[in-house]
């Protein structure tokens, strides 16, 4: 069973920066996964903001349009993990993030998905951002 694993949230100021990160378990390679992180703020539905697909081809990424131009995500085989720098962040980016992945093989072409959450297989527990105005 494949388990991610998020962190570097925490509390920032609005016009701030941080970097969250995600680490898939042992045995699991990121240029096997999809990848993507989806953000989820109180009484609102789970939305994604930011996504890779496992080739690491930086034409095969896909952002919200939201947060074009302030949110980058890349990744580093050698430590397995997935990172999500955000910059220039509003308050109303404060939620609960939560990074997912899909194996190539059920995704089936080099891509990702920036849509449904259903088309991830994996999830971690989520890690919280709060931004203060």
């Known amino acids: 069973q494949v388990q991610v694993a998020e962190s570097g949230g925490g509390l920032v100021q609005a016009g701030g920066s941080l970097r969250l990160s995600c680490i898939l378990s042992?045995?699991?390679?990121?240029?096997?996964?999809?990848m993507a992180w989806f953000r989820q703020a109180p009484g609102k539905e789970r939305e994604a903001v930011a996504c890779?697909?496992?080739?690491?081809?930086?034409?095969?990424?896909s952002y919200r349009n939201s947060v074009k131009g302030r949110f980058t995500i890349s990744r580093d085989n050698a430590k397995n993990t997935l990172y999500r720098e955000m910059t220039n962040l509003k308050p109303e980016d404060t939620a609960m993030y939560y990074c997912a992945a899909v194996h190539r093989a059920r995704v089936g072409y080099d891509a990702c998905s920036i849509g449904s959450q259903t088309w991830y297989s994996y999830w971690g527990q989520g890690t919280q951002v709060t931004v203060s105005s």
């Open positions: 890779l697909s496992w080739s690491g081809n930086p034409d095969r990424t």
């Open positions: 042992a045995g699991s390679y990121l240029d096997d996964y999809s």
